[in-house]
């Protein structure tokens, strides 16, 4: 089974650090880690990715659990626009399968 | 550059009508995918194609059909709609190696009388 299993929804406050957890306990060595958010009436973008090691970016940051099995995406200061379902997923076929993501909810 | 561009972006339908929504992509890339969005609910694959002339089955294909005559562009068909699928129809598409991010266009809102 390719999906990965995310909490429905998570809020937090604006300006506070926000983690979001993945799991995918059935990955495969050769899977990477991708995670796009949804902005409401938006499709999805890309936000970040990653194999083993932790990565950075001007968006985010992504934490990866050695053993592979669940990863966290970090934003280091939750904003009014950072209010979006984010989806974790699998890349390693050719089929990339969403599930439902979390909803982000942030408060002023 | 424009990237992921659908069209329309939105239809209203009546039961047994038939359109074609179509996806074009400008970065060369060889992937692409269909999906719909219903209220709630995470992105369900309708078919995919890995590359010109080429199409797959995903997660939900019945009464869809597509076509990818065009590396650039890959359309969906509906030949009788339902009202089950109204919906929101996003494309998307990727290069061929993992670590290429999924690039999505707008979305199209079809609703079905």
Known sequence: DAKTTQP?????????????????????????IHWYRQLPSQGPEYVIHGLTSNVNNRMASLAIAEDR?????????ATLRDAAVYYCIRRGSYIPTFGRGTSLIVHP | NAG????????????????????????????????RQDPGMGLRLIHYSVGEGTTAKGEVP????????????FLLGL???????????????????????????????????
């Not at chain 1, 099995?69 to 200061?77: D, Q």
């Not at chain 2, 992921?4 to 060369?28: E, H, I, Y």
């Not at chain 2, 009202?83 to 609703?111: D, H, K, N």
């Open chain 2, 4 to 35: 992921v561009t659908q069209t329309p972006k939105f239809r209203v339908l009546k039961t047994g009508q038939s359109m074609t929504l179509l996806c074009a992509q400008d970065m060369n890339h060889e992937y692409m995918y269909w999906y």
């Open chain 1, 69 to 77: 099995k669940s990863s966290t995406l970090i934003l280091h200061r």
């Open chain 2, 79 to 113: 030949e009788s709609a339902a009202p089950s699928q109204t919906s929101v129809y996003f494309c998307a598409s990727s290069p061929i190696v993992y670590t290429g991010e999924l690039f999505f266009g707008e979305g199209s809102r079809l609703t079905v009388l």
């Open chain 2, 62 to 73: 019945d009464g869809y059909n597509v076509s990818r005559l065009k590396k650039q562009n």
């Open chain 1, 8 to 32: 429905n929804s998570m809020e937090s406050n604006e300006e506070e650090p926000v983690h979001l957890p993945c799991n995918h306990s059935t990955i495969s060595g050769t899977d990477y």
